[in-house]
């Protein structure tokens, strides 16, 4: 049985944690979620808004499967597949979290864009408590979103922290009240599936080049990166509405 489930609500992928009792990771999970996020792509999707169907979004690891059922941790090539798969996803991804967000549960959520938290979820990166360190890449973003000096506090302490402060540190980007959060991420990722994809997709490229070797990568890039959105239809459909209907008057098909 599957421990993700994926849908199409409109132009965006709604992929679903859904591995009772709290989505512990394994890589039977990390394959599923990776076959949704293809899944959902191979489906015309525009955005993917990840989210969880149990009461925590992730509590993190199995770690009883370590080394049996588990081996992304000491497989590069499991886990650069994971990431090309997950954070590298040519569309915008969302990620909805309520709940437990702890340990790999946090990390599947930095593979997305954007995090939008309730305010009653609880965040950290608990690794260091179990004698284990973020295995799927937490520091290293934390590092990207909050800077150095947080990210090591967030991950050698092994705190349990507000969504309020990670938004306050700039490592989620909005809190919303629980009854909201359904609402208010589907309308996100429906706002940006909205969006001239190709152009976004550029965006995405240039951040991630940028967070990840600097400003002078994205800039090696760049040319080339406005060369990609020159040629989209989209981008021609924004420019003849500019003229003809004013700014922000486009209908973007995602070509």
């Excluded at 990771?25 to 149990?54: E, H, K, P």
């Excluded at 040519?90 to 593979?111: F, K, Q, R, S, Y």
Aim: with cysteine; glycine share 10%; charged share 20%.
């Amino acid at each position: 049985m599957t421990t993700v489930t994926h849908e199409m609500d409109g132009a965006v992928g709604v992929v679903t944690l859904a591995k009772p009792p709290h989505n512990l990771i394994d890589d039977q999970m990390i394959a599923d979620l990776i076959a949704a996020y293809r899944a959902v792509l191979a489906g015309g999707c525009r955005a993917i808004l990840l989210r969880s169907s149990m009461r925590h979004f992730c509590a993190g690891a199995e770690l009883k499967s370590f080394g049996t059922t588990t081996m992304i941790q000491s497989d590069q090539r499991r886990f650069t597949e994971f990431l090309d798969a997950i954070e590298d996803v040519p569309v915008p991804t969302v990620a909805a979290v309520h709940g437990g967000v702890l340990g790999g549960g946090l990390e599947l959520a930095l593979t997305c864009d954007m995090i939008v938290a309730a305010d009653t979820a609880f965040l950290g990166q608990v690794e260091v408590t179990v004698g284990l360190l973020p295995l799927l890449g937490g520091t290293q973003r934390l590092a990207q979103r909050a800077g150095a000096a947080r990210a090591k506090e967030i991950a050698m302490l092994g705190r349990r922290h507000t969504p309020e402060a990670f938004e306050r540190w700039g490592i989620i980007n909005l809190v919303v009240p629980e009854a909201e959060l359904p609402a208010a991420s589907l309308t996100w990722a429906r706002q940006l599936a909205a969006g001239p994809t190709a152009v976004i997709k550029g965006i995405k490229m240039q951040a991630n080049l940028a967070s990840r070797g600097g400003v002078a990568s994205a800039d090696e890039r760049q040319i080339e990166i406005n060369d990609m959105i020159w040629k989209a239809a989209d981008r021609q459909r924004g420019f003849d509405a500019f003229f003809a209907t004013g700014p922000a008057s486009a209908a973007f098909k995602g070509d």
